[in-house]
């Protein structure tokens, strides 16, 4: 069993830049494709990120892309995702995912196997 829990959200104005972390306990995720999705209100949840077990790998939604990076350190445990030119469109609660099954990026459904409970990120105009 994996534990994610998610920190470094909260209100951020538009143009700006947040950095949210990833803190994985009970497994190391080093073996395992890691990723970001997130969920504004009254919508389904949407994939944002994902990175591959080394870090050679990395995919994004186009809504993020040149916008969003995402990292890991699998000594430490963790990933990242790194979110500049923030937009109103991207308040959203922001969730990671581990997927048990593939190593070298996300499955072609998105597929997660484990999730954390998810940090707020709110954009004002």
């Known amino acids: 069993q994996v534990q994610l829990v998610e920190s470094g959200g909260g209100l951020v104005q538009a143009g700006g830049s947040l950095r949210l972390s990833c803190a994985a306990s009970?497994?190391?995720?080093?073996?395992?494709?890691m990723g970001w999705f997130r969920q504004a209100p009254g919508k389904e949840r949407e994939f944002v990120a994902a990175?591959?077990?080394?870090?050679?790998?990395?995919y994004y939604a186009d809504l993020v892309k040149g916008r969003f990076t995402i990292s890991r350190d699998n000594a430490k445990n963790t990933v990242s995702l790194q979110m500049n030119s923030l937009k109103p469109e991207d308040t959203a609660v922001y969730y990671c995912?581990?997927?048990?099954?593939?190593?070298?990026?996300?499955?072609?459904?998105?597929?997660?196997?484990?999730w954390g409970k998810g940090t707020l990120v709110t954009v004002s105009s």
């Open positions: 009970g497994r190391s995720i080093s073996s395992y494709t």
């Open positions: 990175i591959s077990w080394s870090g050679g790998g990395t």
């Open positions: 995912a581990l997927d048990s099954i593939s190593s070298w990026g996300p499955r072609p459904d998105y597929g997660m196997d484990y």
